[in-house]
């Protein structure tokens, strides 16, 4: 997962146009992109849509559900869980223990729809409360459809009353930082994909340009866009290059080579395993982007 768009469920021109940007994944949105009183007709709009496109969809298709506190959860699995999607973002994850009362639910609504057990994966969001951010460690081992872990700023901004996430040079403040880097750190203590949260300023490419730079090089593999013409920018920015990829290949070859020692040389330089296990997930994203066979 490269590129993850949002794309509001109560629009089918916007539905339309969202799974033809390119993105990766598509996320339904039914929770913050659509009015309160306009969630039922998101259902069956979203839900027509999907069952609709599903034949022709090359992107991977997550539904945002509203979170578990809200009282709606269940009324959109139960709408869209028979369109058979991928997977759900879960938004407001206060823990591992939302995520496996999610799964929970998922599991129950498979089988009333004749779909595998464990087919639906699990996105969760998980630094939108203080609460969330504190139980960054609890989704190691939370649950086998763990597909990812991701956050978002706007959320926690409102839940802990930060006038802004972002300082006057449109940085993250240490409060922001915090919940980004226990994102990366809670993904790679559960062995799942890192996923940076969304650029709310998508006519600025060339401060979303660097930003994803900047996450793609802390350990991101992936990033969420709320603008189709963000797509192509994150999917270059998380597509290994060309020399990346020749260079951790012939990393992994001398290691092999070798017989697989502790340490190997190459041109002069000497690289150990941890050089190796880079090179190893490097390699693994440039064959999930199409670039490696």
Known sequence: MRSLL????????KLEKGFGAGADVVIVDLEDSVAPGNKPAARDIAANFIAAYRHQATATIYVRVNDLSSGLTDDDLAALVPTKPDGIMLPKSNSGEDVQQLSARLRVHEAENGLPDGAIRILPIITETAAGVL?????A????????????????????????????????????????????LAAGAAEVAAIDTVFPGFRDMAAFENECAEAERDGFTGKMAIHPAQVPVIN????????????????????????????????????????LRLAERLLARAR???VLA
Do not use: C
Request: charged share 20%; net charge negative; aromatic share 8%.
């Open 135 to 139: 139980a960054a460690t609890t989704y």
């Open 6 to 13: 949002f794309v509001p469920g109560d629009s089918e021109k």
């Open 236 to 275: 270059a920015a998380f597509t290994p290059s060309a020399e990346a990829v020749q260079h951790s290949a012939a990393l992994v070859a001398a290691f092999e080579a070798a017989g697989n020692p502790g340490v190997v040389g190459i041109d002069g330089k000497m690289y150990d395993r941890p050089h």
């Open 288 to 290: 999930a982007a199409g």
């Open 141 to 184: 081992k939370a649950s086998a459809r763990l597909a990812g872990i991701t956050w978002g700023a706007e959320d926690l901004s409102a839940a802990i009353g930060a006038r802004t996430a972002r300082d006057e040079n449109g940085r993250y403040t240490d409060l922001f930082r915090f919940a980004r880097t226990m994102t990366i």
